[in-house]
């Protein structure tokens, strides 16, 4: 079965979200209120904070806005990495925060174990499985990365298992596969749909008020008070926490830092046992591959295999458009990859396509700030790392609006902003030059010209 064909009967729409079990949206904001903390956002990052907000102080009254509904964007159709790191991997971090590494790690780890530990106290069912993750080489030179990887890492204390061909195939078989790279304890696979759902009703619980399909269209400074406009009602609130991702911020500086970037992925219908008999995959791990241009790939409960990443998409002009959710070119160059890392799936079809915006900026992992004499806070640019991130980011913001020192807000990493991108329309020539120039080192041994070469020096962080 051809490509084409495996994608005849696919759905547009992203699987984790196109599920009976999703819940009904909560009432939208009717009127004029006011709140200790207001949270703009019903993605991970508004969800954690209004979470931590109440467990924090329990008095404390939190109203969370959410545009469309709990989890419907970037955090309800990803592919469900939930990563110990902060820094969007170990290389990036250590390229950007060499003196914080260590404390950036250890901090990493913490957070993935709290995040553990919150999903079993407020019962949030959500396939949580720490099954760690693969970086697979499937060229000749992405073999050296891995072994500097896991130098670095052993020189931190932690141990990333290096697979030689024959190692890393018996744990998944491809043909593609040159070694390997297992992180045993820094991932975990969760269902990102149920995640937000189940923040969201953890919220509830906790007496967050929750309005769904309630987009903010303005704020503004009201004296004591911020106030924020619905199309219905309004929000007049002493704290303000941002977490709307790559959607035009209602800060304008942050359009500086901040472009959206799209992502597309494929859901194969469930394998069957001689199916996953023939590839392995015993120990259920996620998988990256490890060029600058690369797939993520797994296991869902009932063992469908989640194929995306590859294209990296930038409109001209930054803009999102719903239409560009569907990319078929994109698509086919996806299904004709899975097809030629597993043959032995041959026959596979796919039941999902779908696609949609992430937030980007040139550090490719978050940054955070604050504004209005430090009553407001926000956290964004996780560039697709941030199912697990997003719970520091989020504890990062209510330390700040709390305006206490933590370890946290003494973070270089936290203190810090990331270089801006240029003014449109030199930002399209540099984002489609720079993505050109990615392509090549991939099919050049990872060559980096002197584009990529200029940028790395200047603390662009264009890699994988």
């Known amino acids: 079965m051809g490509p084409l064909k495996a994608l005849a009967d696919a759905e547009r729409k992203p699987y984790w979200l196109d599920r009976p079990i999703a819940p009904e949206p909560l009432p939208r904001l009717v009127g004029d209120v006011t709140a200790d903390l207001a949270v703009v956002g019903g993605g991970f990052t508004g969800l954690w904070t209004a979470l931590m907000a109440k467990e924090r102080d329990p008095s404390l009254d939190v109203v969370l806005l959410e545009g469309g509904r709990a989890g419907w964007a970037a955090s309800g159709r990803n592919g469900g990495f939930c990563a110990a790191s902060l820094t969007h991997g170990l290389g990036n971090g250590l390229e950007r925060w060499p003196d914080e590494i260590a404390a950036l790690e250890r901090l990493g780890r913490e957070n993935l174990g709290e995040i ?58 491809s043909p593609t596969y040159l070694g390997g790279l297992w992180d045993r304890e820094g991932v975990a696979m969760v269902d990102p749909a149920r995640l937000a759902w189940g923040l969201r009703d953890a919220c509830v619980r906790l007496g967050v008020r929750v309005a769904e399909e309630t987009p903010v269209r303005s704020l503004r400074d009201g004296g004591r008070l911020l106030e924020l406009r619905t199309p219905q009602g309004s929000v007049r609130a002493r704290r303000v926490a941002l977490g709307t991702g790559a959607f035009p911020p209602l800060l304008r500086r942050l359009r500086h830092f901040l472009i959206p970037v799209y992502d597309y992925a494929l ?58 959710d569907q990319r ?54 996780y560039t697709g790392l941030g199912v697990g991130a997003t719970r520091f980011g989020a504890n990062v913001m209510l330390d700040l609006l709390d305006g206490r020192p933590t370890e946290r807000t003494s973070l270089r990493m936290v203190r ?49």
């Not at 999903?119 to 050296?144: D, K, M, P």
């Not at 392995?280 to 990256?288: F, K, L, T």
């Not at 797939?295 to 990443?309: I, K, P, S």
């Open 116 to 173: 553990e530990a919150s999903l079993a106290r407020h019962g949030v069912a959500c396939s949580f499985e720490r099954t760690g993750e693969l970086r697979v080489a499937t060229e000749e030179w992405q073999l050296a990365g891995l072994d500097e990887e896991a130098a670095v890492a052993a020189s931190l204390g932690r141990r990333l298992e290096r697979l030689d061909a024959d190692r890393v195939r018996a744990e998944l078989d």
């Open 416 to 464: 810090d902003k990331p270089m801006p991108f240029p003014p449109e329309p030199v930002r399209s020539g540099v984002v489609q030059f720079t993505r050109w120039s990615m392509v090549r080192a991939d099919a050049h041994q990872g060559r980096r010209n002197a584009w990529l070469r200029m940028l790395d020096a200047m603390g662009f962080g264009f890699d994988s």
């Open 328 to 381: 078929d070119a994109t698509f086919e160059k996806l299904a004709r990859h899975f097809f030629e890392t597993f043959p032995q799936l041959h026959g596979v079809r796919f039941t999902h396509r779908w696609g949609g915006v992430i937030d980007t900026c040139s550090r490719f992992s978050a940054f955070f700030g604050t504004a209005y004499g430090s009553r407001l806070a926000y956290a964004a640019g």
């Open 267 to 324: 859901m194969t219908e469930p394998l069957s046992a001689a199916q996953l008999a023939a590839l392995g995959w015993r120990n259920r791990q996620g998988v990256g591959d490890s060029g600058n241009q690369f797939h993520y790939y797994r296991l869902t409960d009932d063992n469908r295999v989640l194929w995306g990443g590859y294209d990296a998409v930038y409109h001209n002009g930054g803009l999102v458009r719903p239409e560009y």
